[in-house]
C-alpha cells in the first residue's frame, strides 16, 4: 500500500500549478513562487487577481497564456489587447524586501523591448493605474525594457504586497512573463517618474 501510495503522490507533487480565468491561463511552471489562485475579468473594474507566495530569493516569473486578438482590450486604451492585474503576493521568504522591482518578457530571460508591442500601457494620453499597497512610491520604466520598481517600504518575512498593473499587447504571440527580481535590473534603474501611491505616464 505505502508503495502505491508514493506512486500516486509524486506525479501530482510535480505538477506546477496552472489556474484559468475568463480566457487567460495563469501558471507558476518558471518556478521561484507558489500560485494559489486567480479570478476577475481583467476589466479595470473586476481585475484579474492573482494570489502567490514567493518562496525563494531569485526570479519568480509569473506565465500568462491566452492573450490574443479575440481577448480584446478589458481596459479602454488603443492598444489590440489588454487587461487589469492585481497581484497579492506574500514573501515566503527569509528575508525582508525593501522593493519590489517587475519586468515583463516576451521572451524568458529576455526584457520587453520598445518595438515588441507588450508593455505596462506605454501610450500617448493614457493614465495608467499602475500602484502598490505596502510601497509609497513607484517607477514606470519604459525603455530600453518594460518594467516598474515599487519603493518606500518593507515586505517582512511573512508580510503581503498588493500590486495593482495594466499589461497591454500590441502584438500578441504566445505567452508573456511578468517577472519580479528580488534586484532590480539595470535597465530599472534609469530616471522616472514617481508619485506617492501611484505611477500615471
Known sequence: MSGLLLCLWFPGAALAG???AAGLV???AEGGFVLES??????????????????????????????????GNRIATAHLTGFALTKVVRNDTDQTWQDFPVELERHRGEGST????LSFA???????SIWAEGFA???????PHDGLVFEGGTVPPGGTVTLHLVVTDNMPAGPIYLVQRRLAPTALLLPGRRRPGATPS
Not at 519568480?60 to 490574443?68: E, M, S, V
Not at 520598445?114 to 508591442?117: A, H, I, K, L, N
Not at 506605454?122 to 495608467?128: A, D, I, L, M, Y
Open 114 to 117: 520598445y518595438d515588441d508591442g
Open 122 to 128: 506605454q501610450g500617448p494620453h493614457v493614465t495608467r
Open 38 to 71: 486567480a479570478s476577475g475579468t481583467g476589466r479595470l473594474d473586476d481585475p484579474f487577481v492573482v494570489v502567490e507566495r514567493i518562496t525563494g530569493n531569485g526570479e519568480a516569473a509569473l506565465t500568462i497564456t491566452g492573450l490574443t486578438t479575440g481577448f
Open 137 to 143: 512610491s513607484g517607477r514606470v520604466v519604459d525603455e
Open 18 to 20: 496552472e489556474i484559468s
Open 26 to 28: 495563469f501558471s507558476d
